[in-house]
C-alpha cells in the first residue's frame, strides 16, 4: 500500500448541498471514492490509499487536471484504490461531484 | 526421357504404402500413426490443420508419435499453432522449420522455442497470405485435416467450423498431394458436401470430436464504463460521419461495447439502417440483440462460434448456410471479403507507437498476426467506390482531383489508454522492434502499420490521422489522445489544442459526449443470460460462460 496526498487551492465552491457520498467500489481495477463538504470553499484536498506503487506522476497529472475541470472547491475526497486505469479514477471523481 | 509426372507417381506410391493399413479409405485410429509414417517422408512440407479454433487433434498427437527414422525434420505450414503438441513436435524433431500465421494460445512457447533456436523460422503472415503461399511456393505435400463427418467413399461435412479446411485441400489434392482426415462420426450420408471425396485419401474416425476453442465469446458483464464511452466515441465520431455499412470487427471488448451499444445509443441517435448493415465476421454473441433489432442485414464469417449454431441456423437470412441448414464459413473467403468489400477494420491491440504503428507482439510472447493485418488494411487494388472509402480519401488529399483520387478503407485502433495491469497502450518504441533484432529478422513483426491506421480512438478522445499534414502532426494527435500515459503526458499541449480547433481531436464534449452518461444501463444485454434471452433461446453458451 502507498498513502498519497494532494492539496489544491480551488476557483470556486463545489455546487450541491450534501454533506457527503461516495461512489465505487473497492475491487481490483477499481475504487471507491468518499467525498465530504468539510473544507473552506476555496481548498480541495485529495487522499488515496492504493495498491499499485510507483504511480505518483500519474496520479499528480489525474488529480491536476480533475480540480482544473471541475474546481471542487471544500471537498475533501477519500479514495481506497485497487489499481484502477487513470480514466477509471477520473470517472469516479467526476462521478463524486456529481453525487454530491 | 525427361518425365513430367514425378510428383504424381511419388504420390500415388505415397497412396499405395497406405492402402495396407485401410479398408477403402477408412483408417482405424490406433493405426494412424504407422499410415503417417508409410505416407510421409523426411522433410515434407505437412500441413497439420490448426485453425484459428478447429483442431486436427487426434492427427497431432498420431504425428507426435512417429518413428524418427521414417518421418523426421518436416516443414510445417499451417496457419495455427494452437496445441501444444504443435510445438512438441519442434522439440522432438519430427518438425524442423515452420511458417504459419496465429499462435494466441501457445505465444509465450513459441517465443522461447524461437530465442532457443528449437524451430527454423520461415515467416510470420497474416492468414490470406499463407494461404497465397499454398499456392505458389509452400504446397503442402500432406495435409492432416479435421472434419465433422464422413461417408464411405470419403465425402466431408466440415460443418460450421469449415475455416481452413477447403484452400488447405484445394493446394494439396491438386498439387500431387495426400489429404488425410480425421472426423467425428463415419454416416451413410453426409449433411451437406463440403469437401468432394476424390480429394480425400485417407479417414480416421476419432475417439472423441475434434476440439474447438470458443474465441469470440465476450460477456457483457465484465464491460468496464470506460469501455462504453470509447465504444459512443466511435460510434458518434467515427460510424456515423462516414456511414460505415461494411465493416469488420476485432474480438475485444471495445467492440463487443460497440456491438452492444448499436440498439440503444446507435438507435437514439437515428442510425439504425444507416450503419453497420453487413459484416464480415465470426458470429459474436454479442452481436445478437443488434441483429435481433434489425440492424444487421448479412454476416460472412470466418469460422463459428461455440454456441452459436441453433442460432444461426435459425436466422439464415443473415448468415450464408449450407443446403443442411447449418452455417457454411470459410476463412480464406471471408478474410478477401473484409480486404476488398470492408469499407472499416475496428480493432484492439497492444502497442501503438507514435507513428501509430501498432503490434501484439511483446518481448516474451509472439501471438502471430491472424487476420488483423489484412482486415487492417487499405487494399491497393480496390476499385469499387462507396460514401464512406471516399470521404475518407477526400480527407487524406483534399486537393487531389476527384476523379483520379484513391479512397481509404477506415483502419480504427480502439482501447482504453491502460490496458490489463495498467500496462499503457502508448509506447515510444514497439516490443517487435528489439524482438526483430533478437532474432535477426529482416522485418519486425508489425501487425498494422501507421500508414494504415486513420483513426485512434480512446476514452480520451479520436484522432483523425487521415487529417494530419506532417509526422509531427500525426505524432501529437497521437500523444493527444494516450491519456495519462508516459506519451500521452509528454504531449505538446499547444499544438494538441490547435490540432482539436481543426477537428482532428475531438474530446467527448465536442462530440456531445458526457463521459458520466457512460453507464453499463446503456448495454442492450448485460450478462450472457441477456444475450440468451435475446435469442429466445436459442444461443446455448458454453458452461464457462455460465452463471446460472
Known amino acids: ?100 | 526421357m525427361t518425365s513430367w509426372q514425378n510428383n504424381r507417381a511419388a504420390r500415388d506410391a505415397r497412396i499405395a504404402a497406405g492402402a495396407g493399413l485401410a479398408r477403402g479409405k477408412l483408417v482405424k485410429a490406433q493405426d494412424v500413426t504407422r499410415l503417417l509414417e508409410a505416407v510421409i517422408r523426411p522433410g515434407d512440407r505437412v500441413c497439420l490443420e490448426g485453425d484459428n479454433q478447429k483442431q486436427a487433434d487426434l492427427l497431432s498427437r498420431a504425428l507426435l508419435a512417429v518413428d524418427l527414422s521414417r518421418v523426421k525434420d518436416l516443414h510445417m505450414v499451417q496457419s495455427g499453432v494452437v496445441l501444444p503438441e504443435h510445438l512438441d513436435l519442434f522439440d522432438r524433431g519430427v518438425a524442423k522449420r515452420l511458417d504459419y500465421a496465429y499462435s494466441g494460445p501457445q505465444s509465450a512457447r513459441i517465443a522461447r522455442m524461437l530465442f532457443g533456436g528449437k524451430i527454423e523460422l520461415g515467416a510470420i503472415h497474416t492468414y490470406l497470405e499463407l494461404f497465397a503461399r499454398y499456392f505458389i511456393d509452400l504446397t503442402p505435400q500432406v495435409a492432416l485435416i479435421a472434419a465433422v463427418s464422413a461417408d464411405r467413399e470419403g465425402n466431408l461435412y466440415t460443418g460450421p467450423n469449415t475455416e481452413d479446411t477447403p484452400t488447405v485441400v484445394e493446394a494439396t489434392a491438386f498439387k500431387d498431394g495426400v489429404v488425410i482426415a480425421q472426423v467425428n462420426e463415419i454416416v451413410e450420408t453426409v449433411p451437406r458436401v463440403d469437401i468432394p471425396a476424390d480429394r480425400v485419401h485417407f479417414i480416421v474416425k476419432a475417439d472423441k470430436p475434434f476440439f474447438v476453442e470458443p474465441l469470440f465469446t465476450r460477456d457483457p458483464a465484465a464491460i468496464t464504463e470506460g469501455q462504453i464511452l470509447t465504444a459512443m466515441l466511435a460510434i458518434k465520431g467515427v460510424y456515423a460521419p462516414y456511414g460505415v455499412q461494411r465493416l469488420n470487427h476485432g474480438i475485444g471488448f471495445s467492440t463487443a461495447a460497440i456491438e452492444l451499444l448499436l440498439p440503444t445509443f446507435g438507435e437514439r441517435l437515428g442510425l439504425k439502417g444507416r450503419i453497420a448493415t453487413h459484416f464480415a465476421l465470426n458470429p459474436h454473441p454479442a452481436l445478437i440483440p443488434a441483429i435481433e433489432s434489425g440492424w444487421v442485414r448479412q454476416i460472412h464469417s470466418f469460422g463459428s462460434e461455440v454456441g452459436m449454431d441453433d442460432y444461426i441456423r435459425a436466422r439464415s437470412d443473415i448468415y450464408f448456410t449450407g443446403p443442411d441448414g447449418s452455417l457454411r464459413s470459410n476463412r480464406a473467403f471471408c478474410q478477401t471479403a473484409g480486404l476488398y468489400a470492408g469499407d472499416m477494420f475496428i480493432g484492439s491491440t497492444l502497442q501503438i507507437d507514435l507513428q501509430g504503428n501498432s503490434s501484439t507482439i511483446t518481448t516474451s510472447r509472439i501471438a502471430g498476426f491472424g487476420g488483423a493485418p489484412n482486415m487492417g488494411a487499405d487494399a491497393r487494388g480496390r476499385r469499387h467506390p462507396s460514401e464512406s472509402w471516399l470521404k475518407a480519401g477526400a480527407e487524406a488529399d483534399p486537393d487531389g482531383s476527384p476523379p483520379m483520387r484513391r479512397g481509404r478503407k477506415l483502419v480504427v485502433q480502439i482501447g482504453e489508454t491502460f490496458g490489463d495491469k495498467n500496462v499503457p497502450l502508448f509506447v515510444e518504441r514497439l516490443d517487435a522492434i528489439e524482438l526483430a533484432e533478437k532474432l535477426k529478422l529482416d522485418l519486425a513483426p508489425v501487425m498494422i502499420y501507421g500508414d494504415d491506421v486513420t483513426h485512434v480512438v480512446t476514452e480520451e478522445g479520436v484522432a483523425n490521422l487521415l487529417l494530419c499534414r506532417t509526422a509531427q502532426e500525426r505524432e501529437q494527435a497521437i500523444r493527444g489522445v494516450a491519456g495519462y500515459t508516459d506519451v500521452g503526458r509528454r504531449r505538446d499541449h499547444g499544438m494538441v489544442s490547435r490540432l482539436r480547433e481543426r477537428g482532428v481531436i475531438r474530446r467527448p464534449e465536442d462530440l456531445g459526449i458526457n463521459p458520466l452518461d457512460a453507464d453499463r444501463s446503456l448495454l442492450a444485454a448485460r450478462s450472457i443470460k441477456d444475450l440468451v434471452r435475446w435469442s429466445g433461446g436459442l444461443y446455448a453458451p458454453p458452461s464457462k460462460f455460465r452463471n446460472w
Not at chain 1, 471514492?33 to 499528480?60: H, M, N, Q, Y
Not at chain 1, 487536471?65 to 471541475?70: A, C, I
Request: aromatic share 6%; with cysteine; net charge neutral.
Open chain 1, 1 to 100: 500500500m502507498e498513502d498519497i496526498s494532494f492539496r489544491h487551492p480551488a476557483r470556486a465552491r463545489a455546487s450541491g448541498t450534501k454533506r457527503s457520498a461516495i461512489v465505487g467500489v473497492v475491487a481490483s481495477g477499481n475504487l471507491e471514492v468518499l467525498v465530504e463538504r468539510v473544507l473552506p470553499d476555496a481548498e480541495c484536498a485529495v487522499d488515496i490509499k492504493t495498491a499499485a506503487i510507483g504511480f505518483g506522476e500519474v496520479w499528480s497529472a489525474v488529480i491536476g487536471d480533475f480540480v482544473e475541470r471541475y474546481s471542487p472547491g471544500g471537498l475533501r475526497f477519500s479514495i481506497n484504490d485497487g489499481g484502477a486505469r487513470p480514466d477509471t479514477v477520473s470517472l469516479r471523481l467526476a462521478q463524486a461531484v456529481r453525487l454530491i
